[in-house]
């Protein structure tokens, strides 16, 4: 399966944008990747996926660069309610999916 | 929240005991999924299941064992809980229109 890096912790100023960088060098040209996230004690909160092409949803947007070996999850007005850890996670084949440590993201006032 | 309600939500318990897990989903989806997280962690994966009565082992899967007799239900038992089985279970759901998992709102299991 492919692996993720991520940064351990980020901070970002409520109202700017949030930019979470994840790298994936390793991923295949048929694997999805996956964000969620999970605010303190409840259960992960799916985010957005995408293959090759970025990606918008209300919560967010999912910048993945052309060679697919990273990716940029993209808060575009963070708010104090979006502190959490952020999970950057490839999906394999087997629709498994395999969580690292994720970000911490602090949005502060 | 995709409709997944687990039971119970926390529950203490002591070494030996076994332990049933509920996870319960209203939406008739296939795949059901248990993790299980350790502070400082990452969700694993216990087990899943792709059908009634379809099941098969995750990443930790040592001293667990699962049933779905019914769609809307998947269960997790610990036959003989262990302290090392102290953490924090989640149960998800794989929305094949979506695409996704979608995850419960965990039950904290304490084995004391």
Request: net charge negative.
């Amino acid at each position: 399966d492919a692996k993720t890096t991520q940064p351990t912790s980020m901070d970002c100023a409520e109202g700017r944008a949030a930019n979470l960088p994840c790298n994936h060098s390793t991923i295949s040209g048929n694997e999805y990747v996956y964000w969620y996230r999970q605010i303190h004690s409840q259960g992960p909160q799916y985010i957005i996926h995408g293959l090759k092409n970025n990606e918008t949803n209300e919560m967010a947007s999912l910048i993945i660069t052309e060679d697919r070996k990273s990716s940029t999850l993209i808060l575009p007005h963070a708010t104090l309610r979006d502190t959490a850890v952020y999970y950057c996670i490839v999906r394999n084949e087997g629709n498994m999916l395999t969580f690292g440590g994720g970000t911490r993201l602090m949005v502060k006032p | 929240d995709a409709g997944i309600t687990q039971s119970p939500r926390h529950k203490v318990t002591e070494t030996g005991t076994p332990v049933t897990l509920r996870c319960h989903q209203t939406e008739n989806h296939r795949y059901m999924y248990w993790y299980r997280q350790d502070p400082g962690h990452g969700l694993r994966l216990i087990h899943y299941s792709y059908g009634v009565k379809d099941t098969d082992k995750g990443e930790v899967s040592d001293g667990y064992s699962v049933s779905r007799s019914k769609t809307e239900d998947f269960l997790l038992t610990l036959e003989s809980a262990t302290s090392s089985q102290t953490s924090v279970y989640f149960c998800a759901i794989m929305d094949g229109e979506a695409d996704t998992q979608y995850f419960g709102p965990g039950t904290r299991l304490t084995v004391l």
